[in-house]
């Protein structure tokens, strides 16, 4: 571990010794930042839109099981305690799985208004 982080700053320092006329050194930051970041930001933005509808999706899918589970419970009363075990668990992952995709909905609407001038 420490080799490793030894190597790191050397490789640091060596990056930041480099002048602009050698021919590692990268270029301007001003000319190509500005395109670059606004491509990356929407593609952020449509990969937490995708992980968001995941996420609901999941939600949804936890919540049909715990119904089936609940249906089953009340149907058989040999295994009513283990439906009911796994319909609570299923609830409790239906609410994990909304509750992250909704603080992604939010942070998409926050980002979403600041992109707009």
Same mark, same amino acid.
């Given at each position: 571990?420490? $080799? *490793?982080?030894?190597?790191?700053?050397?490789?640091?320092? $060596?990056? $930041?010794?480099?002048?602009?006329? @050698?021919?590692? %050194?990268?270029?301007?930051? /001003?000319?190509?930042?500005?395109? @670059?970041? %606004?491509? *990356? &930001?929407?593609? &952020?933005?449509? !990969?937490?839109?995708?992980?968001?509808?995941?996420?609901?999706?999941?939600?949804?899918? $936890?919540? /049909?099981?715990?119904?089936?589970?609940?249906?089953?419970?009340?149907?058989?009363?040999?295994? *009513?305690? #283990? !439906? @009911?075990?796994?319909?609570?668990? &299923? @609830? #409790?992952?239906? #609410?994990?799985?909304?509750?992250?995709?909704? =603080?992604?909905?939010?942070?998409?609407? =926050? #980002?979403? !208004?600041?992109?707009?001038?």
């Amino acid at each position: 571990m420490y $080799t *490793r982080q030894k190597n790191r700053r050397e490789r640091t320092r $060596t990056m $930041t010794q480099q002048g602009p006329d @050698e021919p590692n %050194a990268t270029p301007s930051t /001003e000319a190509t930042s500005a395109p @670059e970041s %606004a491509q *990356r &930001l929407a593609a &952020l933005m449509s !990969d937490l839109t995708e992980l968001q509808a995941y996420l609901e999706e999941r939600g949804n899918h $936890t919540y /049909e099981l715990a119904q089936r589970f609940m249906v089953n419970a009340r149907r058989d009363a040999s295994s *009513r305690a #283990y !439906d @009911e075990r796994q319909a609570t668990m &299923l @609830e #409790y992952q239906h #609410y994990i799985w909304r509750e992250i995709a909704g =603080r992604i909905g939010q942070l998409l609407a =926050r #980002y979403e !208004d600041s992109e707009q001038p």
